[in-house]
Each structure stands twice: as C-alpha cells, then as structure tokens.
C-alpha cells in the first residue's frame, strides 16, 4: 500500500539510523515497497528491508529483480510469501554470539495486511517482539471500523489463497480501528500520532517514543491521537 504523506516523514526518521532494518506487511503493488528498495538504496550504506505478503505479483517481483542487480553485497531486499502471522513468527535475527533472536530487530514497520479485527490484533502482537525500543510503526487503513476479509476478494479466490472469514471472526470486536484501540490500551506505552497535514488520511503512527516532540523543530507537524476524541 502507498503511505503518501508518511513517506517522507519516515525517510527524514530513517537518516539518524546508520543502517535500518526496515519491514513491510501487505506489499500489494509495491507503490511503497519499491521505493522504499530505492531511497534505502541511494542513502544507506547498510540496510536490510523485508516484504511480506500472502501474494507477490508479477510485476513487483519483475522490478524487485531489476533493482536489486544494483544493490551492494551490504544492501539486503527479501521477499517472503507467506500468510503475515506465520511469517512473522518465523522472523529471527543473528546475534553477536550466533544465537537467534525474534525481538528487538525492526526500526521501522509498515502494517497493512488482512484488515480484520483478529488479524491485525495478533499481527500487533508479534509487531511489538519484533520493533526496537526507538522503533516506529506505520498503520494503515486505521480508520476502518469493520471487518474486511482479503480471502473473499476474486483475486484470492482465484488463486485460492487467503485465511476464511469463518476463522478470523470475533464476537463483538471488528477492523482495523478497534484492533488498533485494545493493543494501546493494553500496551500503554504506546501512543498514536498522524501527521498533521494528512490527518485525514487513514494511516497512524505508533511508537513509544513521543513523536511530537518534533514539532519543537517543525511546529504543527505531527498531532497526537487521542483514542477518546476518534
């Protein structure tokens, strides 16, 4: 999915990081996923970025192949193919003294898979193992306050892939909005934040540090969400 006016703000974050480990969920056509590949490119030394989704079209793996030829054996773009919940599972990093780890490793994680109460609740989950202390992590579609199911949709019948709506069903809970809700006020270290210019769009931001802080040197640029005022 594209994240329009979050863009920029995420690479002006990503400029104090030396060398970021960045994840996508929800790759879809690759409108942020294939520039990421570029400016991460053209800025990093060092990076590693990480897409997820259940299907990879073609055209976005054509133009992943095509860019990647240009990256340094330091420049790392992986591809995984895989419902998010066991991909993200199965996400580990290396340490120091060879042992693995499944925490602690993501800077920046944009989140925009199956946009329904269950699986976005349990995505959050692994999300907040998986981001660093520092971390930040983009949301979209946060403003959807009903259950959307991408098995349902032609393309993922056709191909037969996608979770069944009978499985991600939860009583009295329902989309993106309240799945976002419970987690912060379970995980009140969290706080929400948009950027002022775009607060009309759907995405959010969370993190635990306070975003706002920013608006010291940018006055007015990002405003906090307060789940009581939505």
Do not use: W
Request: glycine share 6%; hydrophobic share 40%; with cysteine.
């Amino acid at each position: 999915m594209a994240y329009h006016g979050y863009f920029e703000f995420v690479n002006n974050y990503l400029t104090g990081i030396e060398a970021p480990n960045v994840l996508e969920v929800g790759v879809h056509h690759g409108q942020t996923f294939l520039p990421l590949v570029f400016s991460l490119a053209k800025h990093k030394e060092k990076f590693n970025l990480l897409g997820v989704d259940i299907y990879f079209r073609e055209h976005v793996k054509a133009s992943l192949y095509m860019m990647s030829t240009l990256l340094t054996k330091t420049q790392s773009v992986a591809m995984c193919e895989e419902d998010s919940i066991k991909a993200l599972l199965n996400i580990t990093t290396t340490l120091e003294d060879g042992t693995t780890s499944n925490s602690d490793i993501f800077d920046v994680i944009f989140l925009d898979g199956d946009h329904n109460y269950k699986t976005v609740s349990s995505e959050l989950d692994i999300v907040n193992l998986l981001l660093k202390s520092h971390g930040l992590v983009i949301i979209d579609d946060f403003d959807m306050i009903k259950d959307e199911f991408f098995g349902e949709k032609e393309e993922y019948v056709s191909k037969n892939i996608g979770n069944k709506k009978e499985d991600l069903i939860v009583e009295g809970k329902e989309g993106v909005y309240q799945a976002v809700c419970d987690f912060v006020e379970k995980n009140n270290e969290y706080k929400l934040f948009k950027i002022a210019a775009f607060e009309n769009e759907s995405p959010v931001m969370m993190s635990k540090i306070d975003l706002s802080m920013i608006n010291s040197k940018i006055p007015g640029l990002v405003s906090v969400v307060n789940i009581d005022d939505e």
